[in-house]
C-alpha cells in the first residue's frame, strides 16, 4: 500500500509530528502517527490547491494540519469537487495552453472595454429615466463646485447670453432639458461643460475670452451636440462598468454603491472621448449652418483657446480640469470646422 510521509501539526500544540499518509480503501484515508492511527472519509478532509511546488496542506476537521510534498497521489485520494481548481490544474501543466489562454483574455479585456462597454452605452442611455441622468448630473455639479465661484459677470450680460443660447437649442429634441449657468474659474480658465440631464456650465474666463457672441454659441453648440447624443450619460455608464468590473477581478465591489458620486468625478477630469468630441463638433457645425452662424466661429475660438492655454503662458487655466485637458483643440478639429464653413458658403 502506497504511502505518503507528511508534517502533523494537531492544533493543540506547537511540536510537529511526523505522519505517513495511505489510503485503506477508495474514500477513505489514513493518518499514522506514532502508536495513534485515525481514518478519514475524504469527504471530511480539505486539501490545499497545488501552486507551483509548493508543499500541499490537507485540514483534517479537529485534527489540525498535515504538511506534505506535493505528489500524484494526493489527486488521486482526493478528487478535485471545484471544476475551476481541475482547470487551472489542467492549464498549470500545459504552458503553451496557459499562456494563449493569457492572450486571449488580454484581447478580449481590451476588446470589451473599447467596443463593448461603448456599445452597450449607446442602447442603455436612452433607457435611462430623464430623473436619474439628471441626479447623475447634479452630482457632477456639487462636485465641479467645489472648485469654481459665483460668476462675476453682470446679470444683464449672462441674462443675454442665455437667451441666445435658447435660441440656439430651440427645436431640438431634448431642448426642455437644457440649463445654462456660468462660474467664475480662475484656476481653471476659459471651459465649457456639458454635465448629463442638459446643464452647461461656461466660465467667466470663457466669456471675457471671445470676441463675438457666435463664438460663444459656436462652443454651447459643442456642448449642445454632447448631450443631444447622450455623451455624458453614456460615459458615465462605461465608467461605471470599469469599475464594477474591476471591482470583480480584484475581489471588492465594495465601490459599487458610491457609483452616482465617483462617476461625475471621472467625468469631469478626463472628458469626453475623441469619438464624442468628433460627434459633438459634427453636430454643432450643422446647428450653426442651421441658425444662421459660420462654424469659422468655432475655429476661432478654438484657435483662441489654443493659444490661451498654450505650454509656457502664465495665467488661468493651468489646473487638471483646464481646457486641453477636457476638450483638447487639435488642428484637425479646427481643419474640420473651417471646411464646414466653407461648405456652407
Do not use: C
Amino acid at each position: 500500500m502506497s504511502e505518503l510521509p507528511g508534517t502533523w501539526f494537531d492544533g493543540r500544540s506547537s511540536r510537529p509530528q511526523p505522519v505517513r499518509l495511505s489510503q485503506p480503501a477508495p474514500g477513505r484515508l489514513r493518518l499514522a502517527a506514532h502508536a495513534q492511527t485515525h481514518e478519514f472519509d475524504v469527504r471530511q478532509l480539505e486539501l490545499s490547491p497545488r501552486l507551483g511546488r509548493m508543499e500541499r496542506i490537507l485540514t483534517v476537521p479537529g485534527q489540525g494540519q498535515v504538511h506534505l510534498d506535493d505528489s500524484p497521489l494526493l489527486d488521486d485520494w482526493l478528487p478535485r469537487r471545484d471544476r475551476v481548481e481541475r482547470w487551472a490544474h489542467w492549464l498549470e501543466g500545459r504552458r503553451l495552453v496557459a499562456l494563449a489562454s493569457g492572450l486571449l483574455t488580454a484581447v478580449g479585456a481590451v476588446l470589451f472595454f473599447t467596443i463593448g462597454l461603448p456599445w452597450m452605452a449607446v442602447r442603455v442611455a436612452p433607457l435611462i429615466p430623464p430623473a436619474v441622468e439628471r441626479q447623475i448630473g447634479d452630482h457632477a455639479l456639487a462636485i465641479v463646485d467645489l472648485q469654481l465661484r459665483p460668476s462675476r459677470l453682470p446679470a444683464e450680460r449672462r441674462a443675454a447670453l442665455q437667451d441666445r443660447f435658447a435660441e440656439l437649442v430651440a427645436g431640438l429634441p431634448r431642448e426642455a432639458d437644457y440649463r445654462l449657468d456660468f462660474r467664475y474659474a480662475a484656476a481653471i480658465g476659459p471651459n465649457a461643460f456639458a454635465l448629463p440631464g442638459g446643464q452647461i456650465l461656461m466660465t467667466d474666463q470663457l466669456v471675457e475670452l471671445a470676441e463675438r457672441d457666435e463664438e460663444l454659441l459656436a462652443v454651447l453648440a459643442h456642448e449642445a451636440g454632447h448631450h443631444e447624443h447622450r455623451h455624458g450619460l453614456r460615459g458615465a455608464l462605461e465608467d461605471s462598468a470599469v469599475l464594477v468590473v474591476i471591482g470583480f477581478m480584484f475581489g471588492d465591489v465594495s465601490g459599487a454603491g458610491s457609483l452616482s458620486v465617483s462617476v461625475p468625478t471621472l467625468l469631469l477630469q478626463t472628458g469626453f472621448s475623441r469619438d464624442h468630441e468628433t460627434e459633438a463638433d459634427t453636430f454643432a457645425f450643422v446647428r450653426l449652418r442651421d441658425v444662421g452662424i459660420s462654424p469659422e466661429h468655432f475655429a476661432t475660438i478654438m484657435e483662441r483657446m489654443a493659444d490661451h492655454h498654450a505650454p509656457g503662458r502664465k495665467g488661468d487655466g493651468e489646473g487638471p480640469m483646464g481646457y486641453l485637458s477636457t476638450h483638447p483643440p487639435t488642428p484637425a478639429r479646427i481643419a474640420a470646422a473651417r471646411a464646414a464653413a466653407s461648405s456652407s458658403d
